[in-house]
DNA sequence: AATAAATGGGACCAAATAGTCCAGGAAATC
DNA sequence: GATTTCCTGGACTATTTGGTCCCATTTATT
């Protein structure tokens, strides 16, 4: 769905180690550049120049500015998708959810709440002016919130949550908080309205376990 | 703190009716073509037309289009704080958030979920560009935040909201909620995720009623 | 080794866009 | 009503920026 490469004979096209290199050199300096200035903030001389490569090796790998978006939105989200499995897809517990909750906090706390999420800043910037990369993003964003509400289901299963507990919705709710924790911790550079979010979303879901703790989360 | 006008003789100018008709005309395209296409995706030339006036006027009401975002961002949070404190400053029960919620998700749906909250989206394209604007955002994002806060102390001092309430808390959780809820709606150009988010929220805000409800939140 | 195809460097072009300028018209003050 | 100051229209300029092109170099296939 995201690999159209050059329309035509992409099996007759030989390709040698050195041009995936490049590439990827290209999308990996996009990537850094975007995530601080932004999308539309962001010229491809920048990237050319972060990247070590030069205008021809851009339009080598990519048609235009447009596709070289979409490559990095698929690529983002690669990235993010690969961090959060490895967070996310042993969850079993409670106590699983307050880890990944940290990991997070602290991650952002390194540089004072800035930049924000990857994911969350593309989608605000693009969703009315690429559809296709809209597109993405929310098949994304779904694909990270399965990862939650499967880790959700296996609670359930297990006699921890509810069987009232909807962990669609759940993981709906969590994944909201994080993103506007994202956000009003980037407005206001300080990852303290992060943290009070993801509680209010983790303490959310405590109100489901079978068995109440007695302390507030954290 | 956001007047700064043209920095010098402010009272020794005069200004006409029709200038500030002009300035009121520019920012308010401005604030249509900017909320739908992102504040640089919008061109001057973008604005001149929509706003019925020539380059000059552009610049002579605003230094450059920097200014032009900043006094954007003012205006913005104006509006929002205006429609805001109409919906909030008289909220003194539960029932009265239910309905501030519902109003915010019938507004988000008739554009499905499209173009999200004008100070969210502007808080991330421009929060890691202009120190000036990222202040002026998180300022208004307090005061708003206030707004609820203060509706969720007057229920507590009435007796509705238990003493062991944080109604800073809940408000920031709230507008996470909101923002992320915007964030993911305008992703997936559907308002589900939205009102998930805010229930969610809502809910969290519940359990710390004084005599909770058999039903759920809505 | 010869050949063909991929990769690379960077000058160059065209369009878009921010920003300038000045002359004329409108409004306020005397 | 005259004069001064503000406001407006729109042509014009400079710069940025996306995109093209050509030729050299490297790599792979024979």
Chains 1, 2 share one sequence.
Not at 138 to 148: D, G, K, M, N, P
Request: glycine share 6%; aromatic share 4%; net charge neutral.
């Amino acid at each position: 769905m995201s690999d159209e490469q050059v329309t035509a004979p992409t099996n007759r096209r030989r390709i040698s180690q050195r041009g995936i290199a490049t590439r990827e050199r290209i999308l990996e300096a996009a990537n850094r550049l975007m995530l601080v200035r932004g999308v539309n903030a962001t010229t491809l001389d920048d990237i050319r120049e972060a990247s070590q490569t030069s205008k021809s090796q851009l339009y080598h790998h990519f048609a235009d500015k447009q596709e070289l978006v979409r490559a990095l939105v698929n690529y983002r989200g690669a990235l993010v998708l690969q961090r959060e499995r490895a967070g996310l897809e042993r969850l079993r517990s409670f106590s699983g959810l307050v880890r990944w909750r940290n990991a997070l906090v602290q991650a952002n706390s390194l540089n004072n709440g800035k930049y924000g999420c990857g994911l969350g800043s593309m989608a605000l910037e693009l969703s009315d002016q690429d559809e296709q990369a809209r597109s993405s993003l929310s098949e994304t964003f779904a694909a990270w919130e399965r990862l939650i509400s499967d880790g959700l289901h296996r609670m359930r299963d297990s006699g921890l949550l509810r069987q009232d507990a909807d962990p669609e919705k759940l993981a709906t709710g969590l994944m909201a908080a994080l993103q506007g924790g994202y956000l009003l911790a980037n407005a206001a550079h300080d990852v303290a309205p992060m943290e009070v979010a993801l509680d209010m979303a983790l303490e959310h879901i405590k109100s489901f376990l079978v068995q109440p703790a007695a302390e507030p989360a954290r």
